[in-house]
């Protein structure tokens, strides 16, 4: 309650609409996403719902419009697998993150790296394989941030998405 979130990937915007539900009229969540039509459905449903305490924005990952550590808690639901630089992203949520903030992100990682021919293909980009990473760089990744520890939640075993096996994944990390 009253806590300040942020939804990366925010789409339809169940999550943000749940989210703002939890932290009552007190807090408040901000939903990114880059998608207009997107944008356009989470407010229609923002309405519907009568939650007002969200404010949905268009926005790359990589640049988030947000203040420095004014967030409590970070969610994403598979979609920072979409993003370029994974490294600018996770630097962001760093950047965002109040001090005992933390960050509960699921989405998936690749078993093995993905290889070239499909990084910029359109169907395994909108099949949400294209820009998966390892588990090993994915964590890497997350620790240059700036973020110590980080826990995983829960983990799937390999599955086949497109051309490689990938495996899902929750996992939290605390800004300390």
């Given at each position: 309650?009253?806590?300040?979130?942020?939804?990366?990937?925010?789409g339809?915007?169940s999550?943000?609409?749940?989210?703002?539900?939890?932290?009552?009229?007190?807090?408040?969540?901000?939903?990114?996403?880059?998608?207009?039509?997107m944008?356009?459905?989470?407010r229609?449903?923002m309405k519907?719902?009568?939650v007002?305490?969200?404010?949905?924005?268009k926005?790359i990952?990589?640049?988030?419009?947000?203040?420095?550590?004014c967030?409590?808690?970070?969610?994403?639901?598979?979609?920072?697998?979409?993003?370029r630089?994974?490294?600018?992203?996770?630097?962001e949520?760093?950047?965002?993150?109040?001090r005992?903030g933390?960050?509960?992100?699921?989405?998936i990682?690749a078993?093995?790296e993905?290889?070239?021919?499909?990084k910029?293909?359109?169907?395994a980009?909108?099949e949400c394989w294209a820009?998966a990473?390892?588990?090993?760089?994915?964590?890497?990744?997350?620790?240059?941030?700036?973020?110590k520890?980080?826990?995983?939640?829960?983990?799937?075993?390999?599955?086949?998405?497109g051309?490689?096996?990938v495996s899902?994944?929750?996992?939290?990390?605390?800004?300390?």
């Amino acid at each position: 309650s009253g806590d300040t979130c942020l939804d990366l990937g925010s789409g339809k915007g169940s999550d943000a609409i749940d989210l703002a539900k939890k932290v009552g009229p007190d807090g408040i969540v901000y939903g990114i996403d880059f998608s207009d039509g997107m944008l356009k459905v989470a407010r229609k449903a923002m309405k519907k719902e009568k939650v007002s305490n969200i404010s949905f924005i268009k926005s790359i990952f990589e640049t988030l419009p947000i203040e420095d550590e004014c967030i409590s808690v970070v969610t994403s639901n598979c979609a920072i697998n979409h993003a370029r630089d994974k490294l600018k992203v996770f630097k962001e949520i760093f950047r965002v993150l109040k001090r005992g903030g933390y960050f509960v992100i699921s989405d998936i990682y690749a078993q093995s790296e993905v290889p070239e021919i499909y990084k910029n293909n359109p169907q395994a980009v909108a099949e949400c394989w294209a820009g998966a990473i390892t588990k090993g760089t994915y964590i890497k990744t997350i620790q240059k941030s700036g973020f110590k520890k980080i826990d995983i939640i829960r983990e799937s075993p390999p599955y086949r998405k497109g051309a490689i096996n990938v495996s899902s994944w929750t996992f939290k990390g605390i800004k300390e």
